[in-house]
C-alpha cells in the first residue's frame, strides 16, 4: 500500500509507489492527469489543424457553387466564342456554312499574313485605320484624362456651391445614347452649322468638317512652306510602312477625325470625373491639413501630395481610355463609316466591314485578334510605365 502524506503529519512526501513509477509528489491523480495533459497537448492541435483543413476545403466547395453559375456565363459567352473567333481567323469562310463542318477553306495564317506581310488593298486598308486610331488615341486619351481630373478637382472644392448639380451637368454626356451625341455632332459640325456660323462671327470660315480629308499636321506644314500637302517629296515619299507612306503616317488626324476626338473627349471625361472624385474623396484630410501647416502652396500640394495619391486612379482611367479609344466603332459607323477618303476608318469598324459587308469573316477576324494584340501589348506597356518606383536605400549608413 502507497503511502498517503496529509499537512498534518508534516513529513515529507513517500519516495515508493506513484513516484517511483515516474509520478510526481502529489501522487497517482497528478501523476495521470499531467500524463494525460501532455498527450492531449500533442493531440489537440492536429486534431484543430484537420479542422482547419476541412472547413477550408468545405468554404472553398460552396465558394465554387456560388460562382459557378457566372463561371458557365462567362465561359459560354465569353471564352467559347473567342475561340470560335481564333478559329475562323484560319479559314477563308463567308458566312453561309457551318465553320466547324468542314466546308470552309482552312487557309493558316493567310488572312494575317495578307493585313501584315502582303502589299495589296488589304494590307492599304489596315495600316490606314492604324494610324487613324493611332491619332485618336494620342489625342483624345491625354485630353479626356486632364479634363476629367480638371473637373474632378473643381467639384471637389468644399466651399462650392451647387456641387451635385455641377456633378450631375458634367456627367450627363456619359449617360446619354452616344448614337444620339453622333447625331447631334452631325448637325452641330455640318458646313452651315452652329460651329461654322460662330466662326463666322469672328471672322474665321470655318472647313466642311466632314468632307475635309487632309490632315492638320500636312496642313500646318503646307502653311509653314516646310512642305507640299498635294506632292510630297523627298525621304517621307520614298519610305514607305505596311504600304503607306511616311509622310501619310505623319499627316496627322484629318479634319473630320478631330471632330470624332472631340466628341469622345465631351462625352468620356464625365465618367472619369467620377473616378477621380472618388479618389479624391479618399485622400485623408490630415494629410492636406498638415501639409498647408507646412506652407505648401496650392501647386506644391497638386504635386506632391494630391497626384501621387492619385496614381492607382490615373493608372485605371488611362488603361480604361487605351482599350475603349482602340475599339471606338459606334461614332464611326453613325458619323461616316470611314469617309472621307477612309480617314476614319478604324480596326474596330474595318473589321466588321470586311466580314459583315464582303463576307470575309476569317479576314474580319485576323483583324480584330491583331487589335486584342495590340491592345494588350500597350497595356502592358503603359503598366510599366506607371509602375512604383521604390526608393533605393544604401546598404551602408
Known amino acids: 500500500m502507497p503511502i498517503r502524506t496529509t499537512r498534518e503529519s508534516g513529513g515529507p512526501p513517500a519516495a515508493d509507489g506513484p513516484v517511483a513509477s515516474g509520478g510526481t509528489a502529489d501522487g497517482p491523480g497528478r501523476a495521470r492527469a499531467t500524463g494525460g495533459g501532455r498527450a492531449g497537448g500533442g493531440a489537440r492541435p492536429a486534431g484543430k489543424s484537420r479542422a482547419r483543413r476541412a472547413g477550408r476545403r468545405g468554404e472553398a466547395a460552396w465558394g465554387w457553387l456560388f460562382v459557378s453559375p457566372m463561371v458557365l456565363v462567362i465561359g459560354l459567352f465569353l471564352l467559347l466564342p473567342i475561340l470560335m473567333a481564333l478559329w475562323v481567323s ?8 457551318n465553320p466547324f463542318s468542314g466546308d470552309a477553306d482552312f487557309v493558316g495564317l493567310e488572312n494575317y499574313r495578307s493585313l501584315l506581310v502582303q502589299d495589296g488593298l488589304d494590307r492599304t486598308l489596315f495600316a490606314t485605320s492604324l494610324r487613324n486610331n493611332a491619332y485618336y488615341v494620342l489625342l483624345t486619351v491625354p485630353l479626356q484624362t486632364l479634363l476629367a481630373l480638371g473637373l474632378a478637382l473643381i467639384v471637389n472644392q468644399r466651399l462650392l456651391r451647387a456641387r451635385g448639380a455641377l ?27 452652329a460651329v461654322n456660323s460662330l ?12 468632307a475635309d480629308p487632309r490632315g492638320v499636321l500636312s496642313l500646318a506644314l503646307g502653311g509653314l512652306g516646310i512642305v507640299d500637302p498635294e506632292r510630297p517629296t523627298g525621304v517621307l515619299a520614298d519610305h514607305s510602312l505596311l504600304g503607306l507612306s ?38 485623408p484630410r490630415e494629410l492636406e491639413e498638415s501639409a498647408a501647416l507646412e506652407g505648401v502652396n496650392r501647386r506644391q500640394m497638386l504635386r506632391h501630395v494630391t497626384l501621387p495619391a492619385l496614381r492607382p486612379a490615373l493608372f485605371l482611367v488611362l488603361t480604361l481610355g487605351l ?26 469598324f474595318l473589321s466588321y466591314s470586311a466580314a459583315f459587308d464582303n463576307a470575309d469573316f476569317g479576314q474580319g477576324s485576323a483583324i480584330a485578334f491583331i487589335l486584342l494584340a495590340l491592345i494588350l ?14 526608393t533605393r536605400t544604401g546598404r551602408n549608413r
Open 90 to 97: 484560319l479559314l477563308h469562310w463567308d458566312g453561309q456554312s
Open 246 to 283: 511616311w509622310f501619310e503616317w505623319l499627316s496627322g488626324p484629318s479634319v473630320a477625325m478631330c471632330t470624332l476626338i472631340l466628341l469622345a473627349v465631351w462625352t468620356t471625361s464625365g465618367t472619369f470625373m467620377l473616378i477621380f472624385l472618388a479618389a479624391l474623396q479618399d485622400i
Open 167 to 193: 456633378r450631375t451637368t458634367f456627367f450627363f454626356p456619359s449617360v446619354t445614347s452616344s448614337v444620339a451625341v453622333s447625331t447631334v455632332f452631325l448637325f452641330l459640325f455640318q458646313g452651315s452649322g
Open 199 to 210: 466662326l463666322s462671327w469672328i471672322g474665321v470660315q470655318g472647313p466642311n468638317w466632314f
Open 323 to 348: 482599350i475603349a479609344t482602340w475599339q471606338v466603332f459606334d461614332q464611326v459607323y453613325v458619323m461616316g463609316q470611314g469617309a472621307p477618303g477612309n480617314t476614319t476608318l478604324t480596326p474596330a
Open 377 to 390: 501589348v500597350l497595356t502592358a506597356v503603359q503598366r510599366w510605365a506607371l509602375r512604383e518606383r521604390g
